[in-house]
């Protein structure tokens, strides 16, 4: 760990005072409403072009900007746009559609903040998030129904889930994990492989994924002779090579490996112990990364695709016009095999 | 892409009415000072106990949160610390250690929010930053002077820049990518090789970090008979390709891959070009990621280490309580080498 060594305070110089609209009022030689008028952008009330220059250039010249805070205490609600960060460890994937999504939800003139991961959890989570009274919150993840009522109340006009399950007076966009679980058993048994094991990794927050992929595995061999295995894995190479040492004991012929990144992880132990994929075990991912690609034999898996952020955006932009609407409930995973050589 | 389709707004039922912290006086039959005493935790006042409970009884019966926005408009500032969302693509070391310093924040009271990556730029996204009022900024990247200046008049009681170079009135977390190419080279250099190449990523955002580690990797064998030689790559597999067809024109006897995932990608092709690693090729990366483990031969890599969460949010405090003290800056980025296989 890098140290930063605690400096002793030098002599502080006093802070200067921060400029405010009535400074800029005074040096511009107009009200303190025409600066807000001009500064907020309210399209109400018409003001001339040399006004509004010269406002302009006065809080520049001050280094004035208008308080979000003040606008939306007059405005009674704010365009924050608040999304925990989501409690599991976020995949490229994630992370691209955030990113869509916060440009989408900015050309909306909304400004989004993450909050953090770390913190308060439950109900206690949604008052802290209350606190900065957004006028809709995206919750990754779980939130009772009792949080999205402290949400509401606080003046949240959209509450937006996304997980496996609608949670009451919420918008949900709901990620059916199972259907990701059966596309991959379902291939391998079209493979012709009939005992199949599913990785369920042993990592916090992710069980909330891999239970329904599971489940999704169990059902796509339902009424059929195949067996489908859970199989506890931790991320990292000790807890690989001990599940490798003991796979023949195992009699799979087959594993579904959670995702691309316990998929490699599970490769290399079954290649350093003898075992050929996919001769002898077939193995597919999910998530369709890079790094399959790179692996050899080539890895197959399951493609997911995540709803557009520009929906997203049109969604929660829509609830906020209209906060008394019945929720709206969307299936918004997609799931495709991608066969490659590795099944 | 999956869609979301629009559905026609149903019938709206009026939104229930915002509690208030006059609704909570009421109910709890005392005065709103009395009520923002309890629930803002304002240690100046003392209340008695039983009057606190009735305050918080009242407050969650009505379902009220504070409004943080009221809250920092009467303190003068917020404990709102904001981190933009870094340009770059982020790996698991930032990541971890941006939840561990938000987690640190968290335990001195401070509330961390993340503001969309994608949005305005330089001293536009200072300003879109000050319209928060947040009582601390850390800035990934890059800030000019001015939208220092600008965040300061707002009422940002310290900047904190985390980048290469120090910026005027802000405090600096200094990181030296330099001696990440330096030690990478150095240690090639030591293994008995002389002709090292250094991959310099395509994609937008990463040649803040590449360029000065070229630069250290130049500095590491000057004057000695080494050369280095920068190596354009995409991160994709064509590029990949094409590079590791042209490898033998080129005349290298190593290559430090920027990092563990570049490596990853450019080992693949150049066994796929027939060129052994390490025996024709040696090959070290950074960021000592799992993956890297994975690879056969096993990966050389470069380990960083980023300051502890604990100690830059001390230093945010410091600042906090003391905005006018003289800037501090901290060198911060550790670099080792890893010696395995590949190298």
Redesign the interface.
Same mark, same amino acid.
Do not use: F, N
């Given at each position: &760990? #890098? @140290?930063?060594?605690?400096?002793p305070?030098?002599a502080?110089?006093?802070?200067?005072s !921060? +400029?405010t609209s009535a400074d800029v009022a005074r040096l511009a030689g107009v009200s303190r409403a025409t600066v807000s008028y001009v500064l907020n952008n309210t399209g109400a009330v018409r003001i001339s072009e040399p006004t509004r220059r010269r406002v302009h250039e006065a809080a520049r010249e001050?280094?004035? #900007? +208008? %308080?979000?805070?003040?606008r939306?205490?007059r405005a009674g609600h704010?365009r924050t746009v608040l999304m925990p960060?989501p409690a599991f460890? !976020?995949g490229?994937l994630y992370?691209r559609f955030i990113?869509e999504l @916060?440009?989408a939800?900015?050309r909306l003139d909304y400004? #989004? #903040? @993450?909050?953090?991961?770390? $913190?308060p959890h439950g109900d206690e989570a949604a008052?802290?998030w209350?606190?900065?009274?957004p006028v809709a919150v995206l919750v990754p993840g779980s939130l009772g129904p009792r949080g999205v009522?402290?949400l509401?109340?606080? $003046?949240a006009?959209a509450v937006v889930t996304f997980g496996p399950e609608p949670v009451e007076g919420a918008h949900a966009?709901l990620m059916d994990h199972e259907t990701v679980g059966h596309r991959a058993a379902r291939h391998l048994h079209d493979r012709g492989r009939r005992r199949i094991g599913v990785v369920m990794p042993e990592e916090d927050g992710l069980e909330v994924f891999s239970a329904p992929r599971l489940e999704g595995a169990r059902r796509a061999v339902d009424g059929t002779d195949a067996t489908v295995t859970g199989l506890p894995l931790a991320?990292?190479?000790r807890s690989a090579a001990r599940l490798a040492a003991r796979w023949r004991s195992l009699g799979l012929d087959a594993v579904f490996a959670y995702n691309d990144?316990y998929a &490699?992880?599970l490769m290399?132990a079954l290649q350093d112990e003898g075992v050929a994929v996919p001769a002898e075990t077939a193995l597919i991912g999910a998530d369709d990364l &890079? *790094?399959g690609?790179?692996l050899?034999p080539r890895l197959s898996t399951v493609r997911l695709?995540?709803?557009?952020g520009r929906?997203?955006a049109? *969604?929660v932009d829509?609830a906020v016009h209209? +906060? $008394?609407?019945?929720p709206?409930r %969307?299936?918004? *995973?997609?799931a495709t095999v991608v066969h490659r050589e590795s099944s």
């Open positions: &760990m #890098v @140290q930063i060594p605690k400096t305070a030098p502080s110089s006093a802070p200067r !921060v +400029p001050l280094g004035y #900007v +208008p %308080h979000a805070a003040a939306s205490l704010s960060a460890p !976020v490229p992370s990113g @916060q440009w939800l900015g400004t #989004v #903040v @993450q909050y953090g991961t770390t $913190g008052r802290a209350a606190e900065l009274r009522e402290i509401r109340r606080s $003046g006009r966009l991320y990292e190479e990144e &490699m992880l290399r &890079m *790094l690609r790179l050899r695709e995540l709803p557009s929906d997203l049109a *969604l829509r209209d +906060p $008394g609407a019945t709206e %969307h299936e918004v *995973l997609g």
